[in-house]
């Protein structure tokens, strides 16, 4: 069965189709949807919360990073604020009694998307800045500006100011459009939609490929805006997009005309639609047609009455997630899939006629939304098939599990906030991503490779950062000032208590 043909049977039109007369359900018996609910309160904590980070990493951007240029320092300091506001969200989720079964966090979920972030920002930081010193000198942003620019607007102009910010989210609009309409960058997009549940874990969920189909968006601004002004202005567009990424928050009033919400963000999420591309501000959406509402359809929705013998269904209208999912919380699967279906769609299509060679230019160029993205869809209430992916961690390891994702994580995040040699970040990604594929094994359930590769993982964290070791070592003398310092000696410490821990858990 194609994707059109899956998508159009899981959105089926049916008693909502606007040719067919509404019917009150409260006319007709119980209802076939209502909308989870959310206290006031609960929503009003976790806005004020996204407020509070948002002031703290605007104001420790430019002075904890100043050896970064002026986005990267907003980009380097929002990192810890991700996982501070995580931890709220769980928490008020957890206190609150959240009915909606997509906000909860799932731990393999919760570390497919973790594992998706850490590696795209530790494979653009060690690889992508390596290759863009070659390419950037020729054709970077602030090579065209200083090159060919026209120094026509004002930097300290607050009209220079609102016409970055209006670009930036412009071109913002088109790259997250053609990510969903073109076929290749489909493949590469699709990894950020993959979660089947809607917390702001999935926000981290992101693509190696990103940098590569969005970098050249903005470079035609690069003639009239200055580059220090367009970068800060795209790095905090993507900090902004950061807390759309969650259900506590349901409507934001009048905001909803002119931003985007974590209303209009759940509509773009739902893997039968393609709407809802704006960054920042949801106007380009209601300009070019590609704009759906979620209030409108939860109202329709609330009007249907539910069959005979079916309960009303209280979660979220919206089914996560994209329609073939990956069987695994590896990330070179994760990461490649959509390239390996590219390539099975071109073979299929040859079967109907015509050369492998056509049927792969064809799929490489229309992607799951070239058709449907500025179609209206009205979507029917459903929890068939909400989740497909199930994963039951044993108890024993899950503690064990837990203090090495946050270990992992504490030397990303320092990895990623501080210089790196390309030979040191070299180093650092190949223990950090051995981590993640260990437990990711975990996750998958292959028990006896997780056990091999953890016992050889452990034992070489206890000896990489061991000062005392790389001092007297015969490999190469260029490593060794990556492990002289305090950070390598509490590093040496964690994994020595982590290699009695396995041995507890697992011997």
């Known amino acids: 069965m194609s994707l059109q043909e899956m998508e159009t049977q899981e959105a089926p039109t049916g008693p909502m189709s606007p040719t067919q007369p509404k019917q009150s359900s409260q006319s007709l018996g119980k209802p076939l ?19 509070c980070s948002g ?91 200083n090159k060919y620019g026209y120094r026509v607007l004002d930097e300290n102009s607050w009209v220079t100011w609102v016409f970055a910010l209006l670009a930036a989210d412009f071109v913002y609009y088109w790259a997250h459009r053609f990510g969903h309409t073109i076929g290749l960058f489909w493949a590469g997009h699709q990894v950020h939609h993959s979660s089947e549940h809607y917390n702001l874990s999935t926000a981290l969920r992101q693509s190696w490929w990103q940098t590569v189909y969005s970098i050249q968006g903005p470079l035609p601004f690069a003639l009239v805006i200055p580059p220090q002004i367009y970068l800060v202005h795209s790095a905090w567009n993507t900090i902004y997009q950061f807390w759309v990424h969650t259900c506590l928050v349901r409507r934001l009033g009048p905001l909803e005309w002119v931003l985007s919400t974590p209303s209009h963000h759940r509509m773009h999420h739902d893997r039968r639609l393609h709407k809802n591309f704006g960054g920042f501000l949801i106007i380009w959406d209601r300009l070019f047609g590609t704009f759906l509402d979620e209030a409108e359809l939860i109202r329709e929705a609330e009007q249907l009455p539910a069959p005979p013998g079916q309960d009303t269904i209280s979660d979220e209208l919206q089914l996560f997630g994209i329609m073939q999912t990956v069987p695994t919380w590896l990330e070179p699967p994760f990461q490649f899939t959509g390239f390996v279906d590219l390539a099975d769609k071109a073979k299929r299509s040859c079967l109907h006629g015509g050369t492998y060679l056509q049927a792969l230019l064809h799929h490489l160029h229309k992607g799951p939304g070239w058709k449907t993205v500025l179609v209206h869809r009205p979507i029917r ?27 992992t994580l504490t030397l990303a995040l320092t990895v990623l906030i501080t210089p790196q040699s390309f030979v040191d970040g070299l180093m650092h990604f190949g223990f950090i991503a051995t981590t993640l594929a260990s437990l990711a094994l975990m996750c998958d359930g292959a028990r006896d490779s997780y056990r091999v590769l953890e016992a050889c993982r452990v034992i070489i964290g206890c000896t990489l950062y061991l000062p005392v070791v790389w001092r007297y070592s015969v490999l190469p003398h260029l490593l060794q000032p990556a492990a002289r310092n305090a950070f390598g000696d509490s590093l040496v410490i964690f994994y020595q208590v982590s290699l009695a821990l396995y041995l507890l858990t697992f011997i």
């Open 55 to 145: 002031a703290c990493v605007g104001y420790l951007g430019p002075k904890s990073f100043t050896d970064q240029g002026p986005g990267a320092a907003y980009i380097s300091a929002a990192f810890p604020f991700f996982f501070i506001l995580m931890l709220i969200e769980w928490m008020l989720i957890t206190l609150s009694n959240f009915k909606s079964a997509a906000a909860q966090y799932d731990l393999p979920d919760s570390f497919g998307s973790v594992s998706a972030g850490t590696m795209q920002q530790l494979v653009t930081k060690v690889f992508f800045r390596f290759v863009a010193h070659v390419f950037v000198p020729y054709l970077g942003y602030e090579t065209i500006y």
């Open 33 to 51: 949807y209502k909308e989870p609910e959310v206290h006031p309160l609960i929503q009003l904590t976790l806005v004020a919360a996204v407020v």
């Open 381 to 407: 209430p459903s929890n068939r098939k909400r989740f497909r992916l199930f994963t039951d961690i044993d108890p024993s390891v899950a503690t064990y599990y837990k203090i090495q994702l946050f270990a």
